[in-house]
């Protein structure tokens, strides 16, 4: 699962707490920009993963932590992923976020995602599909979080090459060059010397992948 912020600025949220349930809306996606991760969500994006859901998109604090609520309304518009949440009365972790968020004391919303769907493009990359798992209220930025560990537990649900250079830009810090380069340069290793006859290049490349970040 990847992760992307959006500031409170840019998710202009506003609470309301009059009958006692802090609810709160904003934007926790916008179209349009470059993110620093040198991606760009279309327009759409999400329009299939808020119809075909097995289960709700959860409200979580910090994307690892507890559930602190529950979204009343997810949709698409034309600026972007429109959200409104209420957060749990009672629960202590939804209470420390409430002041966090009037104080401006926190960062803004982080989506979880998959993305299903891609183009890439010269300077940027268009997601056109994204499979929504969580929208998160974060502390901290998605970027900054990011650590070894992330790429160790996501590596094992890639499911083609492009996922784990994916996987290397997004939590693992590389530049999309870099991932770009060691993904290729692998897949030509793997290619020359026929690691198992049983396996695709694609195959040894993957497991080559695996390999590397184990001993990070």
């Given at each position: 699962?990847?992760?992307?912020?959006?500031?409170?600025?840019?998710?202009?949220?506003?609470?309301?707490?009059?009958?006692?349930?802090?609810?709160?809306?904003?934007?926790?996606?916008?179209?349009?920009?470059?993110?620093?991760?040198?991606?760009?969500?279309?327009?759409?994006?999400?329009?299939?993963?808020?119809?075909?859901?097995?289960?709700?998109?959860?409200?979580?604090?910090?994307?690892?932590?507890?559930?602190?609520?529950?979204?009343?309304?997810?949709?698409?518009?034309?600026?972007?992923?429109?959200?409104?949440?209420?957060?749990?009365?009672?629960?202590?972790?939804?209470?420390?976020a409430a002041a966090l968020i009037r104080h401006g004391a926190i960062s803004g919303l982080s989506i979880g995602y998959r993305v299903r769907g891609y183009e890439e493009h010269d300077d940027y990359t268009l997601l056109t599909k994204i499979e929504l798992i969580e929208i998160s209220i974060v502390e901290e930025p998605a970027?900054?979080?990011?650590?070894?560990?992330?790429?160790?537990?996501?590596?094992?649900?890639?499911?083609?090459?492009?996922?784990?250079?994916?996987?290397?830009?997004?939590?693992?810090?590389?530049?999309?060059?870099?991932?770009?380069?060691?993904?290729?340069?692998?897949?030509?290793?793997?290619?020359?010397?026929?690691?198992?006859?049983?396996?695709?290049?694609?195959?040894?490349?993957?497991?080559?992948?695996?390999?590397?970040?184990?001993?990070?």
């Amino acid at each position: 699962m990847k992760h992307k912020l959006l500031s409170l600025d840019l998710a202009k949220v506003k609470m309301d707490g009059a009958d006692g349930a802090v609810r709160f809306s904003g934007y926790a996606s916008v179209y349009g920009g470059i993110d620093s991760y040198g991606d760009r969500i279309a327009p759409g994006a999400y329009a299939e993963t808020l119809v075909e859901r097995e289960r709700a998109v959860a409200l979580r604090w910090n994307h690892w932590g507890p559930v602190i609520g529950k979204w009343l309304e997810i949709k698409e518009d034309d600026t972007g992923l429109w959200v409104e949440g209420e957060l749990t009365p009672g629960h202590s972790v939804a209470k420390d976020a409430a002041a966090l968020i009037r104080h401006g004391a926190i960062s803004g919303l982080s989506i979880g995602y998959r993305v299903r769907g891609y183009e890439e493009h010269d300077d940027y990359t268009l997601l056109t599909k994204i499979e929504l798992i969580e929208i998160s209220i974060v502390e901290e930025p998605a970027d900054n979080a990011a650590r070894i560990g992330d790429v160790k537990g996501a590596i094992y649900n890639a499911e083609s090459l492009a996922d784990y250079e994916a996987i290397l830009r997004e939590a693992g810090g590389f530049s999309r060059s870099d991932a770009a380069a060691l993904v290729s340069g692998i897949k030509g290793l793997t290619h020359g010397e026929r690691v198992a006859k049983e396996k695709t290049s694609t195959e040894g490349a993957a497991q080559a992948l695996r390999d590397l970040i184990a001993k990070l």
